[in-house]
């Protein structure tokens, strides 16, 4: 079973307007990392975020982590038309012998 | 640098056929991942090679095999193909060293249809 699951499934905001994403997961984890994927690429690496840590910002980007709550949420500011594509959280392994988790993701769109 | 290259990017098949891909990582990263993406099930783990060596292994019938060679290329091979297996492939790469928390670097995947 997958242990992030992002909330909402699908996302429909206009240009300008900011965008927030949830993640949740299920077990102890060593960091948190955010991946973008437009229509028929790869996976993009937007930003990783310890478990030590609680916000981290890259450019437009607002990540921040809850381990209390086994939660994560991405903020995307001033969104853009070219932001749309689906939002991944992924959850990182405490040692080897574990691997990655992704969640289901986030479809994105932003209406020009 | 390069970025990861996945090859053939499409490929139709039939059931009961074999099916290799191939992933190129990028220069100096000895780890590659393979993932499968499926509209039902999304994004899940199949393998990591690392210098050649299997490190970790998802939760996929024996149907499904990779290996990696001497230059980091792996190989990923699926028999005996069931319709089921129609799903986007795709290859991860990094560095491999220095903890298990590097981002990971992506292809464009290989596109698979059973018919």
Redesign the interface.
């Known amino acids: 079973s997958q242990q992030g699951e992002e909330d909402p499934q699908a996302l429909s905001i206009q240009e300008g307007e900011n965008a927030t994403m949830n993640c949740s997961y299920k077990t102890s984890i060593n960091n948190l990392q955010w991946y973008r994927q437009n229509s028929g690429r790869g996976l993009v690496h937007l930003i990783l975020i310890r478990s030590n840590e609680r916000e981290k910002h890259s450019g437009r980007l607002r990540v921040t982590l809850d381990t209390s709550k086994k939660s994560s949420s991405l903020l995307i500011t001033a969104s853009r038309a070219a932001d749309t594509a689906s939002y991944f959280c992924a959850t990182g392994p405490l040692g080897r012998g574990q691997n990655f988790v992704f969640g289901p993701g986030t479809r994105l769109s932003v209406l020009p | 640098k390069a970025g990861?290259t996945?090859t053939p990017r499409y490929l139709i098949k039939t059931r009961g056929q074999q099916v290799t891909l191939s992933c190129s990582p990028i220069s100096g990263h000895r780890s590659v991942?393979w993932?499968q993406q499926t509209p039902g099930q999304?994004?899940q783990?199949l393998f990591?090679y690392f210098s050649e060596t299997q490190?970790?292994k998802?939760n996929f019938p024996g149907r499904f095999s990779g290996r990696q060679f001497s230059n980091s290329r792996s190989e990923m091979n699926v028999s005996t193909l069931e319709l089921g297996d129609s799903a986007l492939y795709?290859c991860?790469s990094s560095p491999g060293t220095g903890?298990?928390?590097q981002?990971?670097?992506?292809?464009?995947?290989t596109?698979l249809s059973i018919l």
């Not at chain 2, 981002?103 to 995947?109: E, T, V």
């Open positions: 990861v996945q991942s993932y999304g994004l783990f990591e490190r970790n998802g795709l991860a903890g298990p928390n981002p990971q670097h992506f292809g464009d995947g596109r």
